[in-house]
């Protein structure tokens, strides 16, 4: 495209007049058009160019227009765009190998998807079936889609308009010590009062109408909270002793984000169902699913399973998967995001911590972190009020303009904002990220008290 501003405003023009936005109200929005994008960065068409902190929405972990993904999808195209899922295709079978080779224990079937949500609401369906028990089990402060099971599913503002149809879904709290659900003062007490918790709310659901339980492993957009050492091997053995399947919901902590193949390598477990999706083709073409363990694919040998989607394992995603997985290990992206983590982004945020005021927890692992925004250190009052708009959002609306401004696009939400980069930036693009927070941050630090 020509990168010029007169290009930029009939593309801006065209999408406020035809393109309906997603979570927005239409009048009041007002979109970049985007000329380009290559690695962590994107630029516009006025000639401004940005560190993408944000990997999308939390997808790009290769970053943008990795060659070789780019060059297996063209490839793919010439060879077979697209075929019928109930055949056997070549690059499908090769991503549901690399797949399942990676995912852990003996998550050894995969069902595709084209997304998160729809991997969210197969897992439901296939829990459901399996064990012939109707509810779900999920935690306040999640995010599992924006279909109808997987939004009531999710524990977040964006669910309250939706609620029409949460039958069956009960909610419960998961650990978080910053701001702890259970007035616990260390991560032992947390994590022993939070397996309390949802071993109470099980006793009085009925363990027997339980189907499963539904966790992001480390949950994302809610705030990339690391759950206590024991707490989800905890939740695994209530699980198994209540006969309820665990699903592991890594769409967004899996695939490198967390500088492991699935963020579950770090805590030991091995759920019965894990979705997945944005990591593993970053997002080149939409693709997602369902691993599926031993036993629960068991139940469908003999009897059919009740769900399917026409574009399931598309050759092109499939393709892009093949690739992304390859150049992935090629090029060791997981091991780059942990170090990233470890050397780079994990010790730099903490320092940006120790000198403004308005950071209150920084957490996180691999390319996978939170800035806990707050008003007052000790207090630990968000910067703004849950789910704020309008002038009560102003100091994070601040903080927003002034990374742009410092070239850096963010990832806002609520009184966070997240650092999630493309996995494999280089140590200088992630410093230069940082010096982009640390101006910011003193924009925020102006609304502290
Ligand atoms: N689950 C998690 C943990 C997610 O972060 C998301 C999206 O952000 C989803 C599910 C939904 O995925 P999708 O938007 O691809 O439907």
């Given at each position: 495209?020509?990168?010029?501003?007169?290009?930029?405003?009939?593309?801006?023009?065209?999408?406020?007049?035809?393109?309906?936005?997603?979570?927005?109200?239409?009048?009041?929005?007002?979109?970049?058009?985007?000329?380009?994008?290559?690695?962590?960065?994107?630029?516009d068409y006025d000639g401004n160019r940005y560190l993408d902190?944000?990997?999308?929405?939390?997808y790009t972990n290769i970053g943008y227009q990795h060659p070789?993904?780019?060059?297996?999808?063209?490839?793919?195209?010439?060879?077979?765009?697209?075929?019928?899922?109930?055949?056997?295709?070549?690059?499908?079978?090769?991503?549901?190998?690399?797949?399942?080779?990676?995912?852990?224990?003996?998550?050894?079937?995969?069902?595709?998807?084209?997304?998160?949500?729809?991997?969210?609401?197969?897992?439901?369906?296939?829990?459901?079936?399996?064990?012939?028990?109707?509810?779900?089990?999920?935690?306040?402060?999640?995010?599992?889609?924006?279909?109808?099971?997987?939004?009531?599913?999710?524990?977040?503002?964006?669910?309250?308009?939706?609620?029409?149809?949460?039958?069956?879904?009960?909610?419960?709290?998961?650990?978080?010590?910053?701001?702890?659900?259970?007035?616990?003062?260390?991560?032992?007490?947390?994590?022993?009062?939070?397996?309390?918790?949802?071993?109470?709310?099980?006793?009085?659901?009925?363990?027997?109408?339980?189907?499963?339980?539904?966790?992001?492993?480390?949950?994302?957009?809610?705030?990339?909270?690391?759950?206590?050492?024991?707490?989800?091997?905890?939740?695994?053995?209530?699980?198994?002793?209540?006969?309820?399947?665990?699903?592991?919901?890594?769409?967004?902590?899996?695939?490198?984000?967390?500088?492991?193949?699935?963020?579950?390598?770090?805590?030991?477990?091995?759920?019965?169902?894990?979705?997945?999706?944005?990591?593993?083709?970053?997002?080149?073409?939409?693709?997602?699913?369902?691993?599926?363990?031993?036993?629960?694919?068991?139940?469908?040998?003999?009897?059919?399973?009740?769900?399917?989607?026409?574009?399931?394992?598309?050759?092109?995603?499939?393709?892009?998967?093949?690739?992304?997985?390859?150049?992935?290990?090629?090029?060791?992206?997981?091991?780059?995001?942990?170090?990233?983590?470890?050397?780079?982004?994990?010790?730099?945020?903490?320092?940006?911590?120790?000198?403004?005021?308005?950071?209150?927890?920084?957490?996180?692992?691999?390319?996978?972190?939170?800035?806990?925004?707050?008003?007052?250190?000790?207090?630990?009052?968000?910067?703004?009020?849950?789910?704020?708009?309008?002038?009560?959002?102003?100091?994070?609306?601040?903080?927003?303009?002034?990374?742009?401004?410092?070239?850096?696009?963010?990832?806002?939400?609520?009184?966070?904002?997240?650092?999630?980069?493309?996995?494999?930036?280089?140590?200088?693009?992630?410093?230069?990220?940082?010096?982009?927070?640390?101006?910011?941050?003193?924009?925020?630090?102006?609304?502290?008290?």
């Open positions: 495209p020509h990168a010029d501003p007169e290009t930029g405003a009939a593309v801006k023009a065209a999408d406020r007049a035809h393109v309906f936005h997603s979570w927005s109200a239409q009048g009041l929005i007002d979109p970049l058009a985007v000329a380009g994008a290559e690695g962590a960065y994107f630029w902190f944000t990997s999308g929405l939390v070789r993904v780019v060059a297996a999808i063209q490839e793919q195209a010439a060879r077979m765009t697209t075929f019928a899922p109930a055949f056997a295709i070549d690059v499908r079978s090769e991503a549901a190998r690399l797949i399942a080779e990676r995912t852990p224990g003996d998550l050894d079937k995969i069902f595709f998807t084209n997304g998160g949500a729809e991997a969210v609401e197969n897992a439901a369906r296939m829990a459901r079936l399996h064990t012939g028990r109707p509810k779900i089990m999920s935690a306040y402060r999640s995010y599992h889609g924006a279909t109808s099971t997987a939004i009531n599913l999710t524990g977040d503002p964006r669910r309250w308009a939706s609620d029409t149809a949460s039958a069956g879904v009960v909610r419960f709290w998961a650990p978080f010590l910053y701001r702890s659900p259970f007035h616990a003062e260390n991560e032992a007490q947390e994590c022993e009062r939070a397996l309390r918790h949802l071993e109470d709310t099980i006793a009085f659901e009925g363990p027997q109408s339980i189907a499963a339980i539904i966790l992001e492993t480390v949950p994302g957009t809610a705030g990339i909270m690391t759950p206590p050492p024991g707490y989800l091997p905890g939740v695994r053995e209530i699980c198994d002793r209540y006969g309820i399947v665990l699903v592991l919901d890594e769409v967004m902590a899996g695939f490198g984000r967390t500088g492991a193949w699935f963020a579950a390598e770090h805590y030991g477990v091995a759920p019965d169902l894990l979705t997945f999706a944005k990591g593993v083709n970053s997002g080149y073409v939409p693709l997602g699913g369902v691993a599926i363990s031993a036993e629960i694919a068991a139940t469908f040998d003999k009897r059919p399973y009740p769900g399917g989607l026409t574009y399931s394992g598309h050759p092109l995603a499939c393709a892009a998967a093949v690739a992304t997985i390859r150049a992935m290990e090629e090029e060791k992206v997981v091991e780059r995001a942990a170090h990233l983590g470890e050397h780079v982004l994990g010790p730099g945020l903490r320092e940006l911590a120790e000198r403004h005021p308005s950071v209150g927890e920084v957490r996180g692992l691999g390319a996978f972190w939170a800035l806990d925004l707050v008003r007052n250190k000790e207090t630990r009052e968000p910067l703004v009020p849950y789910n704020a708009t309008g002038e009560a959002n102003a100091p994070m609306a601040a903080f927003g303009a002034a990374c742009k401004k410092n070239g850096l696009w963010p990832f806002i939400n609520m009184n966070r904002t997240h650092a999630v980069p493309a996995c494999n930036i280089t140590e200088a693009e992630a410093k230069e990220g940082l010096a982009a927070f640390d101006a910011a941050l003193a924009v925020a630090d102006e609304y502290t008290v």
